[in-house]
């Protein structure tokens, strides 16, 4: 079998495996890094698996290489990581930075279980930090920090490792007070960030090393070192015993929820339907055999399938040719053909699962946000009727 055949095969096969399943967006201020971390993560993990590495392995990193720019168009990439001794199906769903996009923020909240939220070194917590943390928190997506341009506190502002300790300790506890106001009860103690067990991680996207306490454990590199690698100018040698990708993908297959596990406290919060029903209970149990349940995050032109709908999958299945629901126009429509992400790339498969993603074609009168279903097991209400966090909420008398 060729390389890109065991890579679809892998795919598939995780995609029906519920605990090895990641689906995360990234989010940040403007200007904190959010495009070069999906770039170099995609380009550092994409379609490689360990077992495939040798001398595919520059080939495939010029590949991805080549496709630098690429996450930015894409509704969701895909990538398989390996992680103590396993491998999982990480889907990072593009989630719009800017204030001004709000509404479709919250769409991409909606998709995702976990989010890395990218804080610049330099600036440290800006605003829209707190607008995105706060669009998560809201949607029950479990944050994990990555404090970024650590380079630049080195080499630009030439920060002792007693400055350095501090500005980071600066960022922690000011991501951990905007987690703590606004994350909800059952939350706020749990999902503090921290140093010591990893959910917090240091790095440069751009140079493409990151590190953990958990890492630094694992291969022995010390502060002193990275210190010392960026102060000599050699940040291409630390990328190589610290990738950004390794470093980043073991914090969320660590810390953020599987499908499984967040659906059954996030369909409370973001469906207001009886939870009793038997679609509520298929959904709370990410069941893909119950009725069919999504909603579609983003609309994406293309120059030969025309409008693909991203879609995240809460229960049930979509096969291709399968008739469904658009349940705000009220409207019927064909899944003409049915795919998953691998890299940024599409590929077509027979049917997906609940707790994925997909793209969808054949829905011509979808636009984000809508739910959808199966004509036969109609879903009331859809998910939109959530209000978006930045808008104030009028009570009608
Ligand atoms: P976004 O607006 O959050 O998507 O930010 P970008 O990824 O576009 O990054 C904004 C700018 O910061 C670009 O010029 C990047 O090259 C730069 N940048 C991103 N990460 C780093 C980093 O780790 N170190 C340095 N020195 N520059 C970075």
Not at 331 to 341: E, G, N
Not at 372 to 391: A, L, Q, R
């Amino acid at each position: 079998m060729g390389r890109r055949a065991k890579m679809v095969e892998k795919v598939k096969s995780l995609m029906e495996t519920h605990d090895r399943i990641r689906n995360i967006g990234i989010c940040a201020h403007i200007d904190h890094g959010k495009t070069t971390l999906s770039d170099n993560l995609l380009a550092g993990a994409g379609m490689i698996s360990k077992d495939l590495a040798g001398d595919q392995l520059a080939l495939d990193f010029d590949e991805e290489e080549a496709a630098r720019g690429i996450t930015i168009y894409a509704a969701n990439v895909s990538m398989v990581h390996e992680y103590e001794g396993k491998e999982f199906l990480i889907n990072l769903i593009d989630t719009p930075g800017h204030v001004d996009f709000g509404g479709d923020v919250t769409r991409a909240m909606r998709a995702i279980d976990g989010a890395i939220v990218v804080v610049c070194a330099v600036e440290g917590v800006m605003p829209q930090t707190e607008t995105v943390l706060r669009q998560a928190l809201k949607e029950k997506v479990k944050p994990v920090l990555f404090i970024n341009k650590v380079d630049r506190l080195l080499n630009e502002l030439k920060l002792t490792p007693e400055e350095l300790m501090n500005r980071f300790t600066k960022i922690i506890n000011d991501v951990n007070k905007l987690i703590q106001k606004m994350a909800s009860e059952e939350f706020k103690k749990e999902w503090i960030v921290n140093v010591m067990d990893g959910s917090v991680a240091f790095g440069s996207a751009y140079h493409n090393w990151a590190i953990s306490v958990p890492y630094m454990k694992k291969t022995g590199i010390t502060f002193k070192d990275i210190i010392d690698y960026c102060e000599n100018e050699n940040q291409k040698e630390l990328a190589q015993k610290a990738p950004l990708h390794e470093v980043l993908l073991d914090m969320v297959i660590k810390h953020l929820p599987n499908p499984l596990e967040a659906q059954k406290y996030r369909i409370p919060n973001i469906w207001k339907g009886d939870l009793e029903s038997e679609i509520g209970k298929a959904m709370i149990n990410c069941d893909p055999n119950g009725p069919l349940a999504g909603v579609i995050t983003k609309i994406i032109m293309d120059k030969h399938a025309g409008a693909i709908s991203a879609c995240r999958l809460f229960s049930g299945r979509v096969k291709q040719g399968d008739e469904l629901y658009l349940v705000s126009m009220k409207q019927k429509a064909r899944a003409q053909q049915v795919a998953v992400f691998m890299g940024a790339e599409r590929i077509q498969v027979p049917s997906v699962s609940a707790g994925n993603i997909c793209a969808l074609t054949g829905l011509k009168e979808a636009s984000a946000g809508e739910t959808i279903c199966s004509p036969d097991s109609i879903i009331e209400p859809p998910f939109e009727s959530i209000t978006h966090v930045s808008e104030p909420v009028i009570t009608v008398a």
